[in-house]
């Protein structure tokens, strides 16, 4: 989403990092630069401003000009104001209220309100939660519908009590819920502008019927600096207790993301990253402020990694791999896995320093998705053994899977030649670590695998460089055939 006002960041930086001394005239044109990438981002005019004035303050002073690294500290400068002006920390959801905790969920139509709704209920319901989602959309046609059909796809029951009054739908939808015990209750209301008075006069209403814990204002990431006066609009007729960001995987430039909260005052809650029930993320403005100024996200990453995988799963991966006993179908499941983090283009974005390689993600996105067709096309016995394929069965994979001979010829090469590397590490003892992983792998001794054998003739990393395997006697020099042939004379 950033990555267009992040290259403009980097730019704008790259001028003055590795400098010795910064001048005020340096340090303006800078901040000038950063200007304009923010109203090019659809940032408000206004945030742009404060956020400038908050940087120029430090910027211009004593702190940079004398600084040992300039450069690097006007980039501190600008993380910290910046992330002051996302909000200085994530905000929560509220969880401490009497049962059953209401959130009302508002906004303009064609927010994301309803897929919004869908994914909150899920967030409450994962923590354990019982949940009721409330239809009371009733100006859209198909929109009782299509919460209906969400709430099948994650499990959530959806009252829906006529087309008439919303008013009463959800006094009645709070009566069930009480009665039934429930933990959440989650209103999906009617799309609705804020110079409607009408439809804003009965949104009041209902606030008064519900008396919700949280009313969360959703909020198109694409609409720009017009997200401050859709805010602003709706904050006039009904108390707000925070944003929800819509479509923030989409193209939009970021504007509405760096403006709500210091426009208005209302912290961001939640981000939506997707179109899936659980694509939906706590805001954390640290993050995205590391993000914007192409520092990378790596707890995110984390966070993501642990949702998608399986530890158990993880550390039976793990041991076939040492073993050499894993086999196509195990990449495909790796594959799925990473799939459910998000493109590799969102992943390398949360890695700091690995900006430079966005330009091949799409490329391996396509390698990827066109490996996965070939294994889709092979037999069970060929994902098992791809030693069995031959000639005739390269054919009919390629062209099952719309790929050439040669692609999957190389497939198989590649997969047998990492077959052979872990099979060469596991015999050599070597120990394979991760950062933040204790002991190499999950599950296995921090020494490697017990009574591992050496390996063959190959130098491994970490490892003490060529083995020869045991009882082989070592070959003598070759006799060059010079002196070959003055013997034989």
């Known amino acids: 989403m950033f990555e267009s006002l992040t290259d403009r960041f980097e730019a704008a930086f790259d001028r003055i990092r590795g400098r010795g001394r910064l001048s005020e005239r340096q340090v303006e044109e800078t901040l000038g630069e950063v200007r304009l990438a923010l109203l090019e981002a659809d940032v408000n005019q206004e945030v742009a401003d404060r956020l400038l004035d908050r940087i120029r303050v430090r910027a211009v002073g004593a702190e940079v000009i004398k600084s040992v690294t300039p450069g690097q500290q006007v980039v501190k400068i600008v993380h910290e104001s910046l992330l002051e002006t996302l909000g200085s920390e994530a905000v929560p959801l509220v969880t401490t209220a009497s049962k059953p905790l209401t959130t009302l969920v508002v906004?303009?139509?064609?927010?994301?309100?309803?897929?919004?709704?869908?994914?909150?209920?899920?967030?409450?319901?994962?923590?354990?939660?019982?949940?009721?989602?409330?239809?009371?959309?009733?100006?859209?046609?198909?929109?009782?519908?299509?919460?209906?059909?969400?709430?099948?796809?994650?499990?959530?029951?959806?009252?829906?009590?006529?087309?008439?009054?919303?008013?009463?739908?959800?006094?009645?939808?709070?009566?069930?819920?009480?009665?039934?015990?429930?933990?959440?209750?989650?209103?999906?209301?009617?799309?609705?502008?804020?110079?409607?008075?009408?439809?804003?006069?009965?949104?009041?209403?209902?606030?008064?019927?519900?008396?919700?814990?949280?009313?969360?204002?959703?909020?198109?990431?694409?609409?720009?600096?017009?997200?401050?006066?859709?805010?602003?609009?709706?904050?006039?007729?009904?108390?707000?207790?925070?944003?929800?960001?819509?479509?923030?995987?989409?193209?939009?430039?970021?504007?509405?993301?760096?403006?709500?909260?210091?426009?208005?005052?209302?912290?961001?809650?939640?981000?939506?990253?997707?179109?899936?029930?659980?694509?939906?993320?706590?805001?954390?403005?640290?993050?995205?402020?590391?993000?914007?100024?192409?520092?990378?996200?790596?707890?995110?990453?984390?966070?993501?990694?642990?949702?998608?995988?399986?530890?158990?799963?993880?550390?039976?991966?793990?041991?076939?791999?040492?073993?050499?006993?894993?086999?196509?179908?195990?990449?495909?499941?790796?594959?799925?896995?990473?799939?459910?983090?998000?493109?590799?283009?969102?992943?390398?974005?949360?890695?700091?320093?690995?900006?430079?390689?966005?330009?091949?993600?799409?490329?391996?996105?396509?390698?990827?998705?066109?490996?996965?067709?070939?294994?889709?096309?092979?037999?069970?016995?060929?994902?098992?053994?791809p030693n069995v394929i031959d000639g005739s069965r390269r054919r009919r994979i390629a062209q099952g899977s719309g790929s050439s001979v040669q692609d999957v010829a190389g497939l198989v090469r590649q997969f047998n030649q990492m077959r052979g590397m872990f099979q060469s590490l596991s015999r050599g003892g070597t120990r394979m670590a991760f950062p933040g992983m204790r002991g190499g792998f999950p599950g296995l001794p921090a020494g490697g695998l017990p009574g591992a054998l050496p390996g063959p003739s190959m130098e491994v990393p970490g490892g003490r460089g060529r083995r020869r395997p045991a009882g082989r006697s070592k070959k003598k020099p070759r006799t060059p055939k010079k002196l070959q042939k003055k013997k034989k004379r």
Request: aromatic share 2%; with cysteine; glycine share 10%.
């Open 107 to 385: 906004g303009l139509q064609g927010s994301g309100k309803t897929t919004t709704a869908a994914k909150l209920a899920d967030h409450h319901r994962r923590s354990g939660k019982s949940v009721l989602m409330v239809a009371a959309d009733l100006a859209r046609p198909g929109a009782v519908e299509q919460l209906q059909e969400l709430g099948e796809r994650v499990g959530i029951p959806v009252f829906e009590g006529g087309r008439r009054n919303p008013v009463s739908v959800v006094r009645n939808a709070l009566r069930q819920a009480e009665r039934e015990g429930l933990d959440v209750v989650v209103v999906d209301t009617a799309g609705r502008l804020q110079i409607d008075r009408a439809l804003m006069t009965e949104l009041g209403a209902m606030a008064r019927a519900a008396s919700p814990d949280e009313v969360l204002l959703v909020l198109d990431a694409m609409t720009g600096q017009e997200s401050v006066a859709v805010a602003r609009g709706f904050s006039e007729q009904i108390d707000l207790t925070g944003v929800v960001l819509s479509k923030l995987d989409s193209d939009a430039r970021g504007g509405a993301a760096i403006s709500v909260r210091e426009a208005t005052g209302h912290p961001i809650k939640l981000v939506g990253t997707g179109e899936g029930p659980r694509d939906l993320e706590v805001f954390h403005p640290e993050r995205m402020a590391s993000r914007i100024l192409g520092m990378g996200d790596v707890l995110t990453l984390i966070e993501r990694a642990e949702e998608a995988v399986d530890e158990q799963q993880a550390a039976d991966m793990a041991q076939r791999l040492l073993r050499a006993e894993f086999t196509l179908d195990d990449y495909i499941e790796q594959v799925k896995s990473l799939r459910r983090m998000g493109t590799m283009g969102e992943l390398l974005g949360m890695i700091p320093g690995a900006r430079p390689a966005l330009a091949d993600a799409q490329a391996v996105d396509r390698e990827v998705r066109r490996s996965e067709a070939i294994i889709c096309s092979m037999t069970p016995a060929e994902r098992a053994d």
